[in-house]
């Protein structure tokens, strides 16, 4: 079984900041079937990522994503307070049990 | 635009089974073109996915919790459900509902349900 690792746990900007938010697999995989999802306070998770790169509808272009073999990235070019959330990434395209990685929190100082 | 609501009760006795259902909207879950899974979240901590499945019936669970889980669809509502028997409170948490593709490279989850907690204490 593959173990996604995501680092940092926490990571704490400043507005206009770059956020670079990684995402680790224990073994390389064939396929760039990743996936980000932002997690903001009281909220359900929402699509923010698929096939490691490609921003889901609505989406600002201040997020994106990129990565493949064992290293996957989201980055976020400027941070804003909105972003405050914590994102997890979801590697999918092998038979289930799915598994998300354990999550990054992004505060904004 | 499909939504999907999660809805059931928000307290449940410890040993009790658990019981929800997703309404699904905006789209018909006879399509077949996709899997209805339940994933859920204790306070605080990650996501975990429960199981899935497809509007033929056809199931898959996680094996941590497949002893105790059953997910079922009835088509004619649009809707479908997750038993999960002799709860305990380590089973405290927001449960989703979400949408994945059939085809294995168009598997993440969108849509998501709003979530709704559910409660195991006595």
């Known amino acids: 079984e593959i173990v996604w690792t995501q680092s940092p746990g926490t990571l704490s900007l400043s507005p206009g900041d770059r956020a670079t938010l990684s995402c680790r697999a224990s073994q390389s995989v064939s396929s760039s079937y990743l996936a980000w999802y932002q997690q903001k306070p009281g909220q359900a998770p929402r699509l923010l990522i698929s096939g490691a790169s490609t921003r889901a509808t609505g989406i600002s272009d201040r997020f994106s994503g990129g990565g493949s073999g064992t290293d996957f990235t989201l980055t976020i070019s400027e941070v804003e307070p909105e972003d405050i959330a914590v994102y997890y990434c979801q590697h999918y395209g092998s038979s289930p049990p799915y598994t998300f990685g354990q999550g990054t929190k992004l505060e904004i100082k | 635009q499909v939504q999907l609501q999660e809805s059931g009760p928000g307290l449940v006795k410890p040993s009790q089974t658990l019981s929800l259902t997703c309404t699904v909207s905006?789209?018909?879950?006879?399509?077949?073109?996709?899997?209805w899974s339940w994933i859920r979240q204790p306070a605080g901590k990650g996501l975990e996915w429960i199981g899935r499945i497809h509007s033929s019936g056809s199931t898959n669970y996680n094996p941590s919790l497949k002893s105790r889980v059953t997910i079922s669809v009835d088509t004619s509502k649009n809707q479908f459900s997750l038993k999960l028997s002799s709860v305990t409170a380590a089973d405290t948490a927001v449960y989703y509902c979400a949408r994945t593709d059939v085809m294995p490279d168009l598997a993440w989850f969108d849509p998501w349900g709003q979530g709704t907690l559910v409660t195991v204490s006595s």
């Open positions: 905006g789209g018909s879950i006879s399509s077949g073109s996709y899997y």
